[in-house]
């Protein structure tokens, strides 16, 4: 699942995909919904049951893409010149990732200082830049698909916050990446 959450990042940045409006019940998306919800629901299960330090490794992994999110809005809004994907999210920024990527590396450093995980620094900032990479794929798939739907915010129960779905669209994709590359550096089994 990690690996199709960067595979998805890489199509979306390709353009070869492009929104186009569309109504009805779509069953693919539907299903990939699904899949992504228990994908992430999975990685924060298993993040959790971690003997040591999992219940504050899962909200860590939370607060690494809020605050790579918050990287990017800051810094698209002061630097953000060039277009990320205009044809998905035409407010997003290659400014705002490197902001969201630089985010990522301080979350990574506080996370070495304590100490919670048994991994080099290198390798604790690569997996937390990587994480908010694939983040940023989980925000333009989330983009992407109120583009296909015409619609501005995913709901209204968060008024100004583009609806419940834009809360947690990054969490999709990088809870997956994060736990895999963790069970992949032999960190979680």
Not at 171 to 183: D, E, N
Request: hydrophobic letters at 55%.
């Amino acid at each position: 699942l990690a690996a199709a959450w960067l595979l998805n990042l890489l199509l979306l940045l390709s353009r070869r995909f492009s929104p186009r409006e569309r109504t009805g019940l779509n069953l693919p998306w539907l299903f990939m919904g699904l899949v992504a919800l228990t994908g992430a629901w999975l990685a924060f299960v298993k993040l959790h049951g971690r003997a040591d330090h999992g219940p504050q490794l899962m909200l860590f992994a939370m607060i690494l893409v809020w605050v790579a999110d918050s990287g990017a809005y800051f810094a698209g809004r002061a630097f953000g010149r060039r277009k990320l994907a205009p044809h998905i999210s035409p407010g997003k920024t290659v400014e705002g990732v490197l902001g969201a990527l630089a985010g990522g590396a301080v979350a990574g450093t506080v996370l070495i200082w304590l100490k919670w995980l048994p991994l080099s620094p290198v390798v604790v900032v690569l997996l937390c830049v990587g994480t908010v990479l694939v983040s940023v794929g989980g925000d333009l798939w989330e983009s992407f698909l109120k583009r296909e739907r015409g619609i501005k915010d995913s709901g209204n129960i968060l008024p100004g916050h583009g609806g419940v779905l834009d809360r947690i669209d990054a969490q999709l994709a990088s809870a997956p990446f994060f736990v895999g590359r963790l069970i992949a550096l032999g960190v979680l089994s």
